[in-house]
């Protein structure tokens, strides 16, 4: 073992390891090792300047006992950086210190170097390294000590009904409807951010913790120290990104459907709102108005003059939005071209296929800067140029036919090794461009990965069920997305797949998540609506006429009774409109998510740290969602304060439980007075 202290950054070197820690931000630890020599240099999710750290290296030698019962003096480092220290022994386990309190130390049961005593014959090290036959990457296995007592949050969005992730095996891959971002906040006072877009996996068990990457060059993570959650979620956005200022005039109704087929279905939906009265700030394409996949551009037979479309939408005051694809069907204009210059994604092995919905498609390698400037070029012309405002950026996990990881390459490299990060890349095909057009930039997309924030993305939950038990889970994805780092999400209202608009008992389950998004980021109908016998528009097999769309999305296309509840809540995301412009405010100043854990704002409340059917909207809203079908009434815990039912009025003291009416015109929401 050697330590070096390297402008005050600790380096140290082991059985052909080099590792490196380092000041990154306040209170704040980056920890890098590898087994090639020399670190890749990549930032990942590290992408904001921060000043030159002030950190303090100690190298010095201390007892350790041996096992035949002998003490041996053994060279010791540690490196302090304001709250936060990072002790390492002669056999390079790592410990950390909040305060001087151990908050994480690595699992090591080994021959030598052990800090305690026990399990020293199996042989199982902190920092396992193998490499893979025939490439230059390892697979790699990092193990911590599990605290029984630690709860854990954050970590994106796992479709599951566990908030707390204590006991929880996650996958680090991207799916439809999971997003991984791996950021996670503890309960002990600590934050950490595997920086590694590898595929792999955590165990959060109650014996270990353990960090998978199945293909990588080096491990990289960073750790913060805090006293709140708030002030956790500060610290990680310095160094990875904030968003920037949501724009006013998308903070009401958005309108999406599965799926507007013309531009005269769009024009008529848009015509009824506003003679009802009721400003819709956005309206969403979706799907197949193309010719075929890749295409990136209107089919005319339905959609003959696109900018005389917009500009009648904009005399409104109703922004664009169109839906664009990363996979290229082969029957494109662009397939042959794209795959000529290298802009796709590559098989290791069999066909060059990547999806295959509705087409023989492979998806754009958006790693490629080429990729990234041909797509965009292709959307301007078709799409921006016409004055559509925003993209929905859809399949950006990307949506593989078969996640067979790897399988898969990129121009910087395999799958298995980059591909977590793919949401992003493709997000800033669009980001990168319009950044600099002089308007904010705000597009629609189904995955993320840490530090998407910065890129313009709202983030919705994916194709979910439209079924309660999906809706309660859709709330603890939103929470722990917020507590990693990305603070615009939001949901299907309904959920995505419906087979009966006409069952009594999905319109209620309508009505509750409809009340839900009202207290959200983001307000948004969407939903792919049964029965399907709505006659195609035409026989071809490509083209914007021949898939299938769902039924009405409306607003009263629920029914009269339906329609007051949604319309009477409408008014009250309108009326709220300057907070929640205040939320979004905050958002950029230190991270915080519209939607809140209730221990994000009552982090001394034990209770609050086991909430999971309640949360905060901002500061100011305790919001109570009815998860259950024919459910009209509902327990909700008050912490410590006043709280006036806003159904009522009435006005409640704090800690204690309380059981309110919840009518379906009425969702319970608490107002801290």
Same mark, same amino acid.
């Given at each position: 073992?050697?330590?070096?202290?390297?402008?005050?950054?600790?380096?140290?070197?082991?059985?052909?390891?080099?590792?490196?820690?380092?000041?990154?931000?306040?209170?704040?630890?980056?920890?890098?090792?590898?087994m090639?020599?020399?670190?890749?240099?990549?930032?990942?999710a590290?992408?904001?300047?921060?000043?030159?750290?002030?950190?303090?290296?100690?190298?010095?030698?201390?007892?350790?006992?041996?096992?035949?019962g002998?003490?041996?003096?053994?060279?010791?480092?540690?490196?302090?950086?304001?709250?936060?220290?990072?002790?390492?022994?002669?056999?390079?386990?790592?410990?950390?210190?909040?305060?001087?309190?151990?908050?994480? !130390?690595?699992y090591?049961?080994?021959?030598?170097?052990?800090?305690?005593?026990?399990?020293?014959?199996?042989?199982?090290?902190?920092?396992?390294w193998?490499g893979?036959?025939?490439?230059?990457?390892?697979?790699?296995?990092?193990?911590?000590?599990?605290?029984k007592d630690e709860?854990?949050?954050?970590?994106?969005?796992?479709q599951?009904e566990?908030?707390?992730l204590?006991?929880?095996?996650?996958?680090l891959?991207q799916?439809?409807?999971?997003i991984?971002?791996?950021?996670a906040?503890?309960?002990?006072?600590?934050?950490?951010?595997?920086?590694n877009?590898?595929?792999? !996996?955590?165990v959060?068990?109650?014996?270990?913790?353990?960090?998978?990457?199945?293909s990588?060059?080096?491990?990289?993570?960073w750790?913060?120290?805090?006293?709140?959650?708030?002030?956790?979620?500060?610290? @990680?956005?310095?160094v990875?990104?904030?968003?920037?200022?949501?724009?006013?005039?998308?903070?009401?109704?958005w309108?999406?459907?599965?799926?507007?087929?013309?531009?005269?279905?769009?024009?008529?939906?848009?015509?009824?709102? !506003?003679?009802?009265?009721?400003?819709i700030?956005q309206?969403?394409?979706?799907?197949f108005?193309?010719?075929?996949q890749?295409?990136?551009?209107?089919?005319?037979?339905?959609?003959?003059?696109?900018?005389?479309?917009?500009?009648?939408?904009?005399?409104?005051?109703?922004?664009?939005?169109?839906s664009?694809?990363?996979?290229?069907d082969r029957?494109?204009?662009?397939?042959?071209?794209?795959?000529?210059?290298?802009?796709l994604?590559?098989?290791?092995?069999?066909?060059?296929?990547?999806?295959d919905?509705?087409?023989?498609?492979?998806?754009?390698d958006?790693?490629?800067?080429?990729t990234?400037?041909y797509?965009?070029?292709?959307?301007?012309?078709?799409?921006?140029?016409?004055?559509?405002?925003?993209?929905?950026?859809d399949?950006?996990?990307?949506?593989?036919?078969?996640?067979?990881?790897?399988?898969?390459r990129?121009?910087?490299?395999?799958?298995?090794?980059?591909?977590?990060?793919?949401?992003?890349?493709?997000?800033?095909?669009? @980001?990168?461009?319009?950044?600099?057009?002089?308007?904010?930039?705000?597009?629609?997309?189904?995955?993320?990965?840490a530090g998407?924030?910065?890129y313009?993305?709202?983030?919705?939950?994916?194709?979910?069920?439209?079924?309660?038990?999906a809706?309660y889970?859709?709330?603890?994805?939103?929470?722990?997305?917020?507590?990693?780092?990305?603070?615009?999400?939001?949901?299907?209202?309904?959920?995505?797949?419906?087979?009966?608009?006409?069952?009594?008992?999905?319109?209620?389950?309508?009505?509750?998540?409809?009340?839900?998004?009202?207290y959200?980021?983001?307000?948004?109908?969407?939903?792919?609506r049964?029965p399907?016998?709505?006659?195609a528009?035409?026989?071809?097999?490509?083209?914007g006429? @021949?898939l299938?769309?769902?039924?009405?999305?409306?607003?009263?296309?629920?029914?009269?009774?339906?329609?007051a509840?949604?319309?009477?809540?409408?008014?009250?995301?309108?009326?709220?409109?300057?907070?929640?412009k205040?939320?979004?405010?905050?958002?950029?100043?230190?991270?915080?998510?519209?939607?809140?854990?209730?221990?994000?704002?009552?982090?001394?409340?034990?209770?609050?740290?086991?909430? !999971?059917d309640?949360y905060?909207?901002?500061?100011?809203?305790?919001?109570a969602?009815i998860?259950?079908l024919?459910?009209f009434?509902?327990?909700v815990?008050l912490?410590?304060?006043?709280?006036?039912?806003?159904?009522?009025?009435e006005?409640?003291t704090?800690?204690?439980?309380?059981?309110v009416d919840?009518?379906?015109?009425?969702?319970?929401?608490f107002?801290?007075?």
């Amino acid at each position: 073992m050697r330590f070096e202290n390297d402008n005050n950054a600790l380096v140290f070197y082991t059985k052909g390891e080099m590792c490196r820690i380092e000041s990154w931000g306040d209170d704040s630890l980056r920890v890098r090792s590898t087994m090639l020599g020399k670190f890749t240099g990549n930032a990942w999710a590290l992408t904001e300047s921060i000043p030159q750290g002030s950190a303090k290296v100690d190298i010095y030698e201390e007892d350790f006992w041996v096992g035949d019962g002998t003490i041996t003096k053994q060279p010791v480092a540690s490196i302090t950086n304001g709250r936060i220290k990072a002790v390492v022994n002669f056999a390079g386990v790592m410990r950390f210190y909040r305060d001087d309190k151990l908050i994480l !130390q690595e699992y090591f049961r080994s021959y030598g170097g052990t800090i305690s005593k026990e399990s020293r014959c199996l042989k199982t090290i902190n920092r396992e390294w193998k490499g893979i036959i025939g490439g230059s990457e390892y697979s790699l296995n990092l193990k911590f000590e599990s605290n029984k007592d630690e709860k854990i949050f954050g970590m994106g969005q796992y479709q599951q009904e566990n908030m707390d992730l204590k006991g929880c095996i996650l996958e680090l891959a991207q799916r439809n409807s999971q997003i991984s971002v791996p950021f996670a906040v503890s309960s002990l006072g600590y934050g950490f951010l595997w920086n590694n877009p590898a595929v792999g !996996q955590v165990v959060f068990g109650n014996n270990m913790t353990e960090w998978v990457a199945r293909s990588t060059k080096e491990m990289d993570y960073w750790i913060t120290v805090a006293d709140a959650p708030k002030d956790i979620l500060k610290n @990680y956005t310095d160094v990875t990104g904030r968003a920037q200022m949501f724009p006013e005039d998308l903070m009401g109704l958005w309108q999406c459907k599965l799926r507007y087929r013309t531009q005269d279905e769009v024009l008529t939906v848009a015509r009824q709102y !506003q003679k009802e009265g009721i400003k819709i700030d956005q309206i969403v394409i979706d799907f197949f108005h193309w010719t075929v996949q890749g295409d990136w551009k209107f089919d005319t037979l339905y959609w003959p003059d696109p900018k005389a479309m917009v500009d009648e939408l904009h005399s409104m005051g109703i922004k664009v939005i169109v839906s664009v694809w990363p996979s290229v069907d082969r029957k494109s204009e662009n397939f042959y071209p794209m795959l000529e210059k290298g802009l796709l994604i590559k098989t290791e092995r069999g066909a060059a296929q990547t999806y295959d919905y509705q087409g023989d498609c492979v998806e754009i390698d958006p790693f490629n800067p080429e990729t990234r400037k041909y797509v965009w070029e292709v959307c301007k012309k078709n799409y921006y140029d016409f004055g559509i405002d925003a993209f929905w950026l859809d399949n950006s996990e990307p949506d593989y036919g078969v996640y067979d990881f790897e399988n898969y390459r990129y121009c910087d490299g395999p799958a298995l090794s980059i591909s977590n990060i793919y949401p992003q890349m493709y997000s800033r095909v669009f @980001y990168d461009e319009m950044k600099d057009l002089g308007k904010p930039v705000v597009n629609l997309l189904r995955c993320a990965w840490a530090g998407s924030q910065k890129y313009g993305n709202v983030v919705w939950s994916g194709d979910v069920p439209s079924t309660f038990e999906a809706f309660y889970d859709q709330l603890q994805c939103g929470l722990n997305m917020g507590l990693a780092g990305i603070p615009w999400w939001t949901t299907d209202i309904g959920g995505f797949m419906t087979d009966d608009v006409n069952d009594p008992d999905f319109r209620q389950l309508l009505i509750r998540w409809y009340q839900f998004a009202v207290y959200s980021a983001v307000l948004r109908m969407h939903g792919d609506r049964g029965p399907y016998n709505i006659p195609a528009l035409d026989d071809r097999d490509w083209g914007g006429g @021949y898939l299938h769309t769902g039924q009405p999305n409306e607003l009263w296309s629920y029914g009269e009774d339906n329609y007051a509840i949604m319309k009477k809540y409408y008014d009250i995301r309108i009326d709220m409109h300057d907070y929640i412009k205040s939320l979004y405010e905050e958002a950029t100043v230190n991270g915080s998510p519209l939607i809140r854990a209730m221990f994000y704002e009552f982090p001394e409340d034990k209770e609050c740290w086991s909430l !999971q059917d309640q949360y905060m909207f901002g500061s100011k809203y305790l919001v109570a969602p009815i998860f259950k079908l024919n459910q009209f009434e509902r327990e909700v815990y008050l912490p410590a304060g006043n709280w006036k039912l806003t159904s009522t009025g009435e006005v409640y003291t704090g800690n204690r439980r309380v059981t309110v009416d919840a009518p379906i015109d009425y969702s319970p929401v608490f107002e801290l007075v």
